[in-house]
């Protein structure tokens, strides 16, 4: 069970991750410090603070909401950010 959310959860990842704002940000920055080793440490250890929230939180909400729940509301916020970036709000 490990090695499937394991896998799962890296394959998600990378693909999400993959030229999104954070990605054209770390580009960004190499550019401007022409420092990548620096920019690399800031970037993983700034993403591994956000994971870690992300898991914190999540396990807390796991045990006062259904996971049942939590996938739908999930799943339906990620449907409102597409309809408002598709539109133009965001």
């Known amino acids: ?3 499937k959310a394991f896998l799962s959860t890296f394959g998600l990842l990378v693909l999400a991750e993959l ?3 954070t990605q054209l940000a770390v580009i960004a920055q190499v550019c401007k410090f022409n420092r990548p080793w620096a920019v690399f440490l800031g970037a993983t250890l700034a993403l ?3 994971t ?3 898991v914190v939180v999540g396990q807390a909400l796991t045990t006062i909401v259904p996971e049942a729940i939590l996938r739908k509301v ?3 916020a990620f449907v409102v950010m597409g309809v408002l970036m598709w539109v133009g709000v965001l």
Do not use: E, R
Request: net charge neutral; hydrophobic share 75%.
């Open 19 to 21: 030229g999104d704002k």
């Open 48 to 50: 591994a603070i956000v």
């Open 74 to 76: 999930a799943a339906a």
């Open 1 to 3: 069970m490990f090695w």
């Open 52 to 54: 870690a929230l992300g």
